[in-house]
């Protein structure tokens, strides 16, 4: 996407307000003239100007009209969605995803497979190196309209660095050998802070000052956003709740632990419990659809599950004081019934006061947030 870039002009006053322009636009759909004077602090001539710049740049298009209480209606203007896209990717344990997304951050493609295993290092790299571009040439999409490309990554990654360092650690940082074999730059970051990411920019957490979002998925982690600002911590490490020792229990943890609020809260936790009790070893995702149709023995083990999490985050609650808990992952398949064996373990277990001043919320972004997540990184760091 160099051509965008350079459509608008570098090292130049001019320039930097039609970056502004643009990187409003990329997070808020249908502004109007107005509207984006009062962001940019211009005035409303040189606002103007600079619109009908991008305009007949066809960077911006024209996307009809505001509702008005009275006098002319005021034309709304949107990025054209087709000028550049951006790609988020997702490495799990067992499974790769991508998704390419437009500039309304709408996405307009998605790939999963399951035949994908990060622990085998050599084999997922060359899986990923290849792919990407591969799944990018199949949609007709020019190397030069891809923006950049976010990867989250399960397990510690220094987003600073470029490293990770649970899967994929090479003596090079993973983004500049992934840069060496694309023509786009490439963010990384742990999957949990894209997911936060995603809900602090276009989510439930979108002008929330404190939040602990939960990552349930087949692990268990969190995201913290501390005063309006992310916290990634000192390594950038920040938000393995799954790994507290939480139990007095001989389970042990993939990290290698015994003990872990992992071993008996997460989608691993619960293939395991279900095979114990059936003799029968189901993933988890096969098990959140059993509940779904109204198996009595996964909603017990599921109702189970939410009171142990409501009362580790209860922990959370007392030590944080958020304004906002928001449960994401795999698991808001299955949110709204687990919502309440949350809320249950969360009110037994937390100081009233500080229970009352928490909202307790199933993110309605779903598996979306952590490609939002990505995209919002990828535009954070290609206009800073």
């Not at 350079?6 to 502004?31: A, F, H, P, W």
């Not at 009908?52 to 209480?69: A, D, F, P, T, Y």
């Not at 189901?282 to 779904?292: F, G, Q």
């Not at 909603?299 to 449960?327: C, H, R, Y």
Request: aromatic share 10%; hydrophobic share 40%.
């Amino acid at each position: 996407m160099r051509s965008f870039l350079d459509s608008l002009g570098v090292g130049n006053n001019q320039s930097l307000q039609t970056r502004k322009i643009i990187q409003y636009l990329l997070r808020e759909k249908g502004k109007t003239v107005l509207e984006i004077r009062d962001f940019c602090g211009l005035s409303l001539p040189t606002t103007i100007k600079f619109v009908n710049e991008l305009v007949e740049k066809n960077i911006l298009i024209e996307s009809g009209k505001k509702e008005s209480s009275g006098g002319r209606r005021p034309t709304v203007y949107n990025l054209n969605p087709d000028q550049g896209y951006i790609v988020g990717v997702e490495l799990l344990l067992k499974s790769f995803r991508m998704s390419i997304i437009n500039l309304h951050h709408e996405v307009i493609y998605d790939y999963e497979t399951d035949n994908f295993d990060i622990s085998q290092r050599d084999e997922s790299f060359d899986f990923v190196a290849r792919t990407v571009p591969a799944l990018i040439r199949s949609k007709g999409i020019a190397e030069h309209k891809i923006l950049g490309v976010g990867i989250g990554i399960t397990g510690r990654v220094n987003r600073a660095k470029g490293i990770s360092y649970s899967f994929l650690n090479f003596d090079e940082s993973l983004t500049e050998l992934l840069e060496k074999q694309w023509p786009y730059p490439v963010f990384i970051d742990n999957d949990t802070h894209f997911m936060t990411m995603g809900e602090q920019v276009f989510g439930l957490a979108r002008d929330k000052q404190n939040v602990v979002y939960v990552n349930l998925s087949r692990g268990l982690a969190v995201g913290l956003i501390s005063n309006g600002q992310i916290h990634n911590g000192h390594s950038y490490f920040a938000g393995e709740f799954g790994h507290v020792t939480f139990f007095n229990n001989d389970k042990l943890c993939i990290c290698g632990k015994k003990g872990c609020l992992s071993t008996v809260v997460s989608g691993l936790a619960l293939e395991e419990t279900y095979a114990e009790k059936t003799g029968r070893y189901l993933p988890y995702r096969d098990l959140l659809t059993l509940s779904k149709q109204g198996d009595r023995l996964v909603n017990e083990l599921l109702s189970d599950m939410g009171e142990q999490l409501g009362k580790a985050l209860a922990m959370l609650i007392q030590v944080l004081n958020p304004e906002l808990l928001i449960l994401g992952g795999r698991f808001i398949d299955v949110g709204e019934y687990l919502k309440y064996p949350i809320i249950r373990g969360l009110s037994l277990n937390s100081l009233p006061q500080l229970f009352a001043d928490c909202e307790f919320q199933v993110s309605p972004l779903g598996e979306k947030a952590e490609m939002l997540g990505a995209y919002a990184l990828v535009m954070e760091k290609v206009f800073e």
